[in-house]
């Protein structure tokens, strides 16, 4: 089945670019997506790439997808303390019919 | 905005007892999904259900777990009998498109088994 993988933390500081990376395994999506997980709060959309696209940009946020080694990432510019969260890359995994998520990053911003 | 609502947000029971989380996904939604999130570990995919039957499930679903939509507003995850193993975060989500559209999640049922 799908998988996808992400690392589990990344700290940062406050008013620097965060990179959270994340693999997959099944090519055949039309989307990937970006979800964002606050404490104590559910999972919540943050952005999305059609797969026949490289790169969106949406506001702070630069998403970049290398189909070729199935590699997503998501940058977050001039990173504040509020932007500390779990965010998931996930991947609609076809065979299923269901989004699969990746582990989770831990991003903490220091101030 | 309209939104996934779970109840309880935390449930504490004794292992072997049955439980019952519930969700009310989106009116106009007809995707509905169980994921679990047991502490520090992936949010995995328990359960998709479509016009009122399962269209998948996972490994993990077993014939412990059943889900039901009761009437028009409910969506139901029953644990017949539970496990200390299942102790985790139990999130409800609704979509509109299936999982090639925007799934909204619920804040969450927190079960303890003890």
């Known amino acids: 089945g799908e998988d996808v993988e992400q690392s589990l933390f990344l700290s940062v500081r406050e008013g620097d670019s965060s990179v959270i990376n994340c693999t997959y395994t099944?090519?055949?999506?039309?989307?990937l997506y970006w979800y964002k997980q606050e404490p104590g709060a559910g999972l919540q959309l943050l952005t999305y790439?059609?797969?026949?696209?490289d790169m969106k940009q949406d506001q702070r946020l630069t998403v970049l997808l290398n189909k070729k080694d199935k590699h997503l990432s998501l940058r977050i510019a001039d990173t504040q303390t509020g932007d500390s969260a779990i965010y998931f890359c996930?991947?609609?995994?076809?065979?299923?019919?269901?989004?699969?998520f990746g582990s989770g990053t831990r991003l903490q911003v220091q101030p | 905005e309209p939104e996934v609502t779970q109840t309880p947000s935390h449930q504490v029971t004794q292992m072997g007892q049955e439980v019952i989380l519930r969700c009310v996904p989106i009116?106009?939604?007809?995707?509905f999904y169980w994921y679990r999130q047991i502490l520090g570990q992936k949010v995995e995919f328990l359960v998709s259900f479509y016009n009122n039957e399962i269209s998948e499930k996972s490994e993990i679903f077993d014939d412990q777990f059943s889900v039901e939509r009761p009437d028009g507003s409910n969506f139901t995850l029953k644990i017949r009998s539970t496990k200390l193993e299942d102790s985790a975060m139990y999130f409800c989500a609704s979509s509109e498109r299936g999982a090639t559209g925007e799934l909204f999640f619920g804040e969450g049922s927190r079960l303890t088994v003890l």
């Open positions: 790439i059609f797969s026949n696209m």
């Open positions: 996930a991947d609609p995994d076809t065979g299923r019919r269901a989004l699969t």
């Open positions: 009116s106009n939604h007809l995707y």
């Open positions: 099944d090519s055949s999506s039309t989307y």
